[in-house]
């Protein structure tokens, strides 16, 4: 079966950082990309970062500049390195293997990251 594990979540204060990372494994076909979602309370899922497996990253306007997202050698395993973190960062954030418009191939479980003082 096809498998997305997150780990890294957790919470922090404004100004923070936190790594998340999220291995795939199983049956997985045609990973042309991996990226992050989030979801706050009452807001709709938002990209925050995705990468091709080229190496070609694209970043939300809100994260751009204090996210990195990279891709290790398998091309299988995403990390999302947050720093500077605002508490409008908080978000429950789920990894996912090609993401395009509010939706991906398959998903992690979720990872709870709160920022706050």
């Known amino acids: 079966q096809v498998q997305l594990v997150e780990s890294g979540g957790g919470l922090v204060q404004p100004g923070g950082s936190l790594r998340l990372s999220c291995a795939a494994s199983?049956?997985?076909?045609?990973?042309?990309?991996m990226g992050w979602y989030r979801q706050a309370p009452g807001k709709q899922r938002e990209l925050v970062a995705a990468i091709t497996s080229g190496g070609s990253t694209n970043y939300a306007d809100s994260v751009r500049g204090r996210f990195t997202i990279s891709l290790d050698n398998s091309k299988s395993t995403v990390s999302l390195q947050m720093n500077s973190l605002k508490p409008e960062d908080t978000a429950v954030y789920y990894c996912a293997v090609n993401p395009t418009w509010g939706r991906a191939d398959y998903w992690g479980q979720g990872t709870q990251v709160t920022v706050s003082s």
């Open positions: 199983g049956s997985i076909f045609s990973i042309n990309a």
